[in-house]
């Protein structure tokens, strides 16, 4: 088993070296490098890294994140007439759109979303599935082109980072005690050898080194803890109970200042409250995981927890700001740092507002294998995503089935979200390919991983593909 695994990591590694060659060549003569990478924060940190990568072998680049490949999209980019694109964490599942109309230019994919078979002799295409890798939980989109940099320059080792926020930003977090599994462990080891990165475990409050405490204990969402998430007031009265000292010296005190014996009283009285209040026992163990703490990041600043710097490159990206997170990946931390903080202020906000919406009346529609989300512009659909997530990991939905959301994009177009759990995907869920198998019925696009996938097509053909969609999960939880 060890034997094929390394094998496997191996032969992945080996596929970047034709991709390092085509972009070695272009820098050499001095062609301006297109980066097109995916607008969420994993695609934000690809974009961040690989934009790092070219700005250092001193060639013009120019980058954008899109919300997805189509074929407007890629017209417009060919119209640029660009020698060479490099697409990241997206791309995968759009080779035949990129060989039919980037006929002019030398491609690049570094992704890691579910792959289609294309041959073509102006496109590299860097996946790790292509390998027998698991692109959902051993390496993101941004961890892919950290390995791409590194492969380029092993000086680029201090991209790590990146690699790691992008991991967390995809939730790659499925190992014991939350931690990082298979490539991205690689990933974690450079990132310690070059001392910009350090583990622990401990409480999982969002905001362990940077927010007041009882602060971080209500903005802690994952696992939701009744009565406390979002519930500053009472997280203060929580704490005190708990015998915590909020402040000390005047300052407020953050989970990192808590002694080990503080840590200890809190979490059995988190223990207590959340059996009390009915939460299972997987819930009251999510309490405790692998903290990654950014050493290179100043202390009290969102980027030196990795979880939340993903938080923060994530807000900006479904608020529509996605350079403003290319900015802090490229190591601005004054305006842009302050702009993104904003942001992610107004980002929880509207995710309040969404969810408040979806429980004021029964907008979940039960199906037989799946739940139903017609959102249609109620939502925004660079959060449709998001509140389906929330919506499946906070018990809202009583019985085991995924959830379906859809909203309105443009042109009479919807954007399909699924979301589901790792349980259902050991019962031999895929939502990736039931996505990708009913969209192509209707026209439209669809991929993804196994509990996180999407979908493109035409608003008239909604009904078909929701009934489409409930019998494909039906059938793959039977086979
Ligand atoms: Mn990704």
């Not at 300052?251 to 979490?267: G, Q, V």
């Not at 009390?276 to 600043?301: F, M, P, Q, R, S």
């Not at 869920?429 to 696009?445: C, I």
Request: one cysteine or more.
């Amino acid at each position: 088993m060890r034997g094929s695994l390394i094998t496997s990591e191996e032969a992945f590694l080996t596929s970047l070296d034709p991709a390092v060659e085509m972009l070695r060549r272009h820098a050499e003569e001095e062609h301006t490098i297109r980066l097109i990478s995916h607008n969420d924060a994993d695609g934000v940190a690809a974009g961040g890294i690989l934009s790092q990568l070219v700005r250092r072998l001193g060639t013009n680049f120019k980058t954008t994140c899109e919300k997805r490949v189509d074929e407007k999209m890629v017209i417009a980019v060919a119209a640029e007439k660009p020698s060479i694109v490099i697409f990241s964490d997206m791309g995968s599942g759009y080779l035949d759109m990129f060989k039919e109309h980037l006929t002019e230019s030398d491609i690049i994919v570094l992704d890691h979303h579910l792959p289609i078979k294309v041959d073509a002799p102006n496109i590299v295409h860097i996946n790790p599935l292509l390998h027998g890798i698991d692109g959902a939980r051993e390496i993101s989109g941004a961890g892919v082109s950290y390995l791409f940099a590194k492969a380029m320059d092993k000086n680029n080792i201090d991209l790590s980072p990146l690699g790691i926020v992008g991991a967390l930003a995809d939730q790659q977090d499925k190992g014991e005690k939350k931690s990082l599994l298979g490539l991205n462990k690689l990933i974690e080891a450079d990132a310690k050898k070059a001392d910009l990165l350090e583990t622990n475990v401990d409480l999982i409050f969002y905001g362990y080194e940077t927010r007041p405490i009882a602060r971080a204990c209500a903005y802690t969402t994952t696992p939701f803890i009744p009565g406390l998430s979002g519930r500053e007031d009472r997280c203060i009265a929580f704490l005190k109970e708990a015998g915590i000292d909020l402040k000390r010296e005047g300052r407020w005190r953050a989970l990192r200042d808590l002694s080990e014996e503080e840590k200890r009283s809190l979490f059995s009285a988190l223990t207590k409250h959340m059996v009390y209040e009915g939460c299972d026992a997987d819930a009251v163990h999510d309490l405790v995981g692998t903290i990654y703490t950014l050493k290179g990041e100043e202390a009290w600043t969102p980027m030196r927890d990795g979880r939340e710097y993903a938080s923060l490159l994530n807000a900006c990206a479904r608020m529509g700001r996605p350079s403003l997170g290319l900015c802090i990946c490229l190591g601005d931390r004054n305006e842009a740092l302050k702009e993104a903080e904003k942001t992610l202020n107004e980002y929880r906000r509207k995710i309040g507002e969404y969810l408040d919406w979806v429980r004021e009346e029964s907008r979940i529609e039960e199906m037989e294998e799946i739940y139903a989300l017609r959102a249609h512009s109620d939502i925004d659909e660079r959060i449709v995503g998001v509140v389906a997530s929330i919506l499946l990991s906070t018990g809202i939905l009583k019985k085991k089935k995924p959830i379906i959301a859809w909203a309105r994009a443009e042109e009479g177009l919807i954007k399909v979200s699924a979301r589901a759990t790792e349980p259902m995907a050991k019962m031999g869920l895929d939502l990736g390919e039931v996505m990708m198998k009913a969209a192509e019925v209707f026209e439209g696009r669809g991929g993804g991983h196994n509990i996180a996938a999407g979908a493109f097509l035409p608003e008239e053909d909604e009904k078909g593909f929701m009934e489409l969609v409930d019998r494909l999960v039906g059938e793959q939880f039977r086979d």
